[in-house]
């Protein structure tokens, strides 16, 4: 089963910054918190990972709470391209990814 | 960098057949393999994980005579669906990980229609 819960689904105005919670509350020490979208029909695209610090790359950041019970992944300047399901996954012990029902984002002009 | 193909992308076949399907990655060695099956409007299901050279540790529920799945190469992941019915009728997507990192990078997926 998977270890995190997200909203079913979020709208975002173009341009704007998207937001998408994540929580975690089961969270071991060393378990990461992985962030991967899915488009329709497609396999999903990793986007970005951490264990405890704030993560940033060309895509996204990931904001992790000090108490590593929640996470957010932050699109800074949404586009109608990102409109996709994210999944937010603690990785397992042996690699293993269990994925939820995610977050449907709909980036509106 | 990071890519993983999957071929082939789409295949129909008739029922009691049997479907191969390829996963591999193209610019890193996979140490590990998984297999994830998607049924429409439902999120990803893991099916499998395997370690090149050795058997596949299946999920529960996941019958392992039915899906042979092969990781004799770091770069080549093979899942053979066996005597298809139409209901796995489904979505299959590979995943791949290995060398500096963990992270499991996907493929595009197949989709197989059994008629």
């Known amino acids: 089963d998977a270890k995190t819960t997200q909203p079913p689904s979020m709208d975002c105005a173009e341009g704007r910054a998207a937001n998408l919670p994540c929580n975690h509350s089961?969270?071991?020490?060393?378990?990461?918190v992985y962030w991967y979208r899915q488009i329709h029909s497609q396999g999903p695209q990793y986007i970005i990972h951490?264990?405890?610090n704030n993560e940033t790359n060309e895509m996204a950041s990931l904001i992790i709470t000090e108490d590593r019970k929640s996470s957010t992944l932050i699109l800074p300047h949404a586009t109608l391209r990102d409109t996709a399901v994210y999944y937010c996954?603690?990785?397992?012990?042996?690699?293993?990814?269990?994925f939820g029902a995610g977050t449907r984002l709909t980036v509106k002009p | 960098g990071a890519v993983v193909s999957q071929h082939p992308s789409w295949v129909i076949c008739k029922s009691g057949t049997s479907v191969k399907i390829e996963c591999r990655s193209l610019d890193f060695q996979a140490t590990t393999m998984f297999w994830y099956r998607q049924f429409p409007k439902q999120s990803l299901m893991l099916m499998a994980t395997s370690n090149e050279g050795s058997k596949a540790t299946y999920e529960q529920g996941v019958e392992k005579d039915k899906f042979l799945i092969n990781h004799a190469s770091l770069t080549l992941s093979t899942l053979t669906v066996t005597s298809a019915h139409p209901e796995d009728s489904s979505f299959y997507i590979c995943?791949?990980?290995?060398?500096?990192?963990?992270?499991?990078?996907f493929g595009p997926g197949t989709r197989l229609t059994v008629l």
């Open positions: 996954i603690v990785r397992g012990y042996n690699n293993d990814m269990r």
């Open positions: 995943s791949a990980s290995g060398g500096d990192t963990d992270t499991q990078y």
């Open positions: 089961t969270i071991s020490g060393n378990e990461y």
């Open positions: 951490g264990l405890k």
